[in-house]
């Protein structure tokens, strides 16, 4: 009941601020039916993203433990390896993860508990702001409601935006502060009033920052966006130096942690977990590089070419090949798209605008990314917000030379939007089937003195503490290996769960779970345990037997 208010609210409030936006334009000139189509399309968007936000896509391992870390800080103040405000997270192998989302998901779990659905409210929610702060900001740039409808159509139909902002993996927050801050810096530039325009860029360049916090591609990304954009307000003299002093110490204030943490982190000698001020920077047992960047070893100009060229095939087979990404066919913005790039980069590169140079500078300052990491698109996922407004410059350029254009270029989005939609909610293979946290709880497994387990499912352990979770400092205390430093992982223990081998005694008053295609290996252990019933647990079917 409480999610269902929720939803309702949260659909009231964007229909409010849709109409209250309507109400003020009707002000100044006279309404058009992009106006209210406008409303209609945004409304939409959050109906969307509403539908089933608790139960797909299913829970993908990283936004598993970003959960569980963040309600940990919500409840207990430290993560699940016990850190008090820690600048990164550590996360359940010594991997990391960002710790941004973790921290804007604290007040959801206050709310709502631990649910699926408090936490993905957060991408939602932001997604919602930052579509409405977009919106106002052209509104201020003063294009055409038809203008501004296309630039929403474009931005808002998109496969990637549509997929990312239903769920929580770290990195996903990371490409919308970059947004926001890049359309309060603009706003900046249009107010007269010195007070005001300070704050502005003060408050955009802030936000702007908290990237460096969602995402560690942002640690090269940020530094090069911010740089040209001051350049662009210099060179436009739409700020002083007062105002570059403030906005460059507020920068350096707030990124001070993650610069000390991120320079720790890859120095051996310094790479362990130390308080500083109010904050900890963590020991990362291991980074993700290898994963995440091309080798630097050989030929690097070869390595580099040989990634553009994956990057290039990603896009022109329309999918990354990931399911927590992409939907097989559709890609991040269609393909039709193509060609509308690349007029609207002729126009922004023509026209040098200031707004064409905030875009040019996050086209520019991914450069780098698109270079050196792999490809996917959560690795490349700062290259996704300018390119749509780059498409967006470019479908205006079209519909507002051949007027014929207009419809088939609506009808076009719809239709692929709503292809889109359907084949996006039957994807399967996301992560751990979310109704698996239903039929574990119908175990209650609380009630027994040990769950003895056998599974295929390499982070069976993981999943259960996902779905049931316990106090991290329980989660430490029964662990593999209770309290340790270098060794987070669980395989074995966990709670009460614990593998069932050969040399386990079992405890009287126990579950035993185990795995059917692995019933022959342990079929003697079982002696005369009771059967009670067969559940199936992330597509995996377990006989269920009880040791009195």
Request: aromatic letters at 14%; glycine letters at 6%.
């Amino acid at each position: 009941m409480v999610v269902l208010v929720t939803k309702v609210i949260i659909f009231l409030v964007v229909g409010s601020i849709s109409t209250i936006q309507l109400v003020l334009n009707a002000k100044v000139r006279k309404l058009k039916l992009y106006d209210y189509v406008i409303v209609i399309l945004l409304t939409g968007y959050t109906l969307y993203l509403l539908f089933k936000l608790g139960s797909h896509p299913d829970l993908f391992l990283d936004e598993g433990n970003g959960m569980y870390d963040s309600w940990s800080l919500a409840k207990y103040g430290v993560d699940s390896n016990l850190i008090h405000l820690p600048v990164y997270l550590e996360s359940f192998a010594g991997q990391g993860q960002s710790v941004l989302y973790a921290y804007l998901a604290i007040p959801f779990f206050k709310i709502f508990g631990y649910k699926i659905f408090a936490f993905r409210l957060v991408i939602l929610i932001t997604s919602i702001v930052t579509i409405l702060v977009l919106r106002y900001t052209l509104e201020k740039i003063t294009l055409s409601s038809k203008q501004i409808f296309f630039i929403m159509l474009v931005v808002c139909s998109s496969p990637w935006l549509l997929m990312v902002s239903r769920w929580g993996m770290d990195c996903n927050i990371a490409p919308f502060p970059i947004v926001l801050g890049s359309c309060l810096i603009y706003l900046g530039t249009l107010n007269g009033e010195l007070i005001r325009q300070t704050f502005l860029y003060l408050l955009g360049v802030i936000i702007l920052c908290l990237s460096a916090y969602g995402y560690n591609v942002a640690w090269f990304f940020l530094p090069i966006v911010l740089l040209i954009m001051m350049i662009t307000l210099i060179g436009k003299k739409k700020i002083n130096l007062y105002q570059i002093f403030l906005c460059v110490i507020a920068a350096l204030v707030e990124l001070t942690p993650i610069i000390i943490f991120a320079v720790r982190s890859n120095i051996p000698s310094l790479n362990k977990t130390v308080q500083i001020l109010f904050w900890t920077s963590p020991k990362l047992q291991s980074g993700r590089a290898g994963a995440s960047f091309i080798s630097f070893r050989g030929n690097i100009i070869k390595n580099i070419f040989e990634n553009l060229y994956a990057g290039a095939n990603m896009f022109l087979h329309g999918s990354d090949s990931l399911a927590w990404n992409s939907v097989p066919g559709y890609g991040a913005y269609y393909a039709f798209a193509l060609p509308f790039f690349l007029m609207g980069l002729y126009v922004i590169i023509k026209r040098r605008k200031i707004y064409d140079w905030f875009i040019l500078a996050n086209l520019i300052a991914v450069i780098p990314t698109l270079m050196i990491v792999i490809p996917n698109y959560n690795h490349w996922i700062f290259l996704h917000f300018p390119v749509l407004l780059t498409i967006a410059i470019g479908v205006n350029l079209v519909t507002q030379r051949v007027r014929e254009i207009v419809p088939v270029m609506i009808v076009t989005y719809a239709i692929s939007l709503g292809m889109f939609i359907p084949a996006y909610f039957n994807q399967a293979g996301t992560g751990w089937i979310i109704q698996s946290a239903n039929v574990l709880k119908t175990l209650e497994t609380n009630n027994y003195k040990k769950v003895y387990f056998t599974s295929s499912q390499g982070d069976f352990l993981l999943m259960v503490r996902d779905f049931l979770p316990v106090s991290p400092y329980k989660y430490q205390a029964t662990k593999d290996h209770p309290y340790s430093k270098t060794i987070l992982a669980v395989s074995s223990k966990y709670d009460n769960f614990e593998t069932l081998t050969p040399e386990t005694k079992v405890k009287s008053n126990s579950l035993i779970l185990v795995d059917q295609s692995l019933l022959p290996q342990v079929q003697g252990m079982l002696g005369k345990d009771k059967y009670q019933k067969t559940v199936t647990i992330n597509n995996i079917k377990y006989n269920v037997y009880y040791h009195a």
